[in-house]
């Protein structure tokens, strides 16, 4: 099983670079959430793509599912959404701050610390399915 995570590195002139990468592992996992933690505040949100969930629509290669993922002021952020789970976000810490970005706004109190964020990471990897080790909530 393996997850593609796509995201943009802003730089402090304006330009960006797009990224993307392969996790296979859960050592991948943690190695790409402590590089993004290390990339904050200048990467945007993280597309998840679970690579062995089938395709909503093959012909014109849309996903199932929509995960995003970020890393801000030391909090992971996520948000979760498939054909049997309305979009929802964890219950996190009260004192995070919450983050927006383009394709994705995280609520205020969704952020979880990063070796919750990075264990949520590492199940979607191995189950293709939303992530247990947390509590979700529509919002």
Known sequence: MSITAGWVVIHNDGTYDGMNTTLETPE?????????????????????????????????????????????????????????????????????AGCEFDDEDFPAGSGLPLDQFTAALVEFLHTAKRPTNVQWTIR
């Open 28 to 96: 991948d996992v943690a190695g790409f959430v402590n590089k993004v933690a290390a990339a904050d505040p200048y990467v945007d949100s993280i597309r998840m793509i679970h690579n062995d969930r089938p395709l909503e629509n093959a012909e014109q290669g849309f996903t199932d599912h929509d995960v995003f993922a970020a890393v801000a002021d030391g909090f992971g952020y996520l948000s979760h959404q498939d054909r049997d789970n309305a979009k929802a976000f964890p219950l996190g810490e009260p004192d995070s």
